[in-house]
T-cell receptor, first 118, second 112 residues
Framework: NAGVTQTPKFQVLKTGQSMTLQCAQD?????MSWYRQDPGMGLRLIHY???????DQGEVPNGYNVSRSTTEDFPLRLLSAAPSQTSVYFC?????????????????FGDGTRLSIL | SQQGEEDPQALSIQEGENATMNCSYK?????LQWYRQNSGRGLVHLIL?????REKHSGRLRVTLDTSKKSSSLLITASRAADTASYFC????????????FGTGTRLTIIP
């Protein structure tokens, strides 16, 4: 049981390049999300998904795209990298409270992707 | 916008002492969660307290919630060097919605 796996762990891009951050979970969780973590700002929600085929925007979605074709995978795409997107990106997953009926569930996080845009 | 604000931003204590950190939030919640983040790692869930609960324990952790003051506290008793980490509170706002809003965290350093 690997939990939440993020790849790559580190990446350096040039301004204008595109790339995909991968996230996979093996816990059959319905809910998956992407956060970015910047110094002094905590974690901010980028996009989230409540199940395969369903995605929605979070607090800071501009410049990022997501898709959810399977329960396991939730990739995050940077369309045209900008220096302001330099950050640490975390993927998280959990069971859906709509299904468990037990209220909000604890999130399981990956170890992050450290991304630098030059 | 940040829902939760932790206080203090940084805390250093001697090993064996108790550590208390606080979280304040702005809007009504259904539950509040606390997470730990070790340097260079992802967040790890510690404890969840629901809005109808006032106190919850898990091992050396004690969490309180005061919904009238919109605040929560995390107490770590008998601290250990391994407790050195950043601690974040996270709040939701709607039942059935997994979206969490995180605070900016408290950096805890345990001095051996």
């Amino acid at each position: 049981n690997a939990g939440v796996t993020q790849t790559p762990k580190f990446q350096v891009l040039k301004t204008g390049q595109s790339m995909t951050l991968q996230c996979a979970q093996d816990m059959n969780h319905e809910y998956m999300s992407w956060y970015r973590q910047d110094p002094g700002m905590g974690l901010r929600l980028i996009h989230y998904s409540v199940g395969a085929g369903i995605t929605d925007q979070g607090e800071v979605p501009n410049g990022y795209n997501v898709s959810r074709s399977t329960t396991e995978d939730f990739p995050l795409r940077l369309l045209s990298a900008a220096p302001s997107q330099t950050s640490v990106y975390f993927c998280a997953s959990s069971y859906s409270s709509l299904i468990t009926g037990q209220g909000n569930q604890p999130q399981h996080f990956g170890d992050g992707t450290r991304l630098s845009i030059l | 916008s940040q829902q939760g604000e932790e206080d203090p931003q940084a805390l250093s204590i001697q090993e064996g002492e108790n550590a208390t950190m606080n979280c304040s939030y702005k809007t009504s919640i259904n539950n509040l969660q606390w997470y730990r983040q070790n340097s260079g790692r992802g967040l790890v869930h510690l404890i969840l307290i629901r809005s109808n609960e006032r106190e919850k324990h898990s091992g050396r952790l004690r969490v309180t919630l005061d919904t009238s003051k919109k605040s929560s506290s995390l107490l770590i008793t008998a601290s250990r060097a391994a407790d050195t980490a950043s601690y974040f509170c996270a709040t939701d706002s709607n039942f059935g919605n997994e979206k969490l809003t995180f605070g900016t965290g408290t950096r805890l350093t345990i001095i051996p």
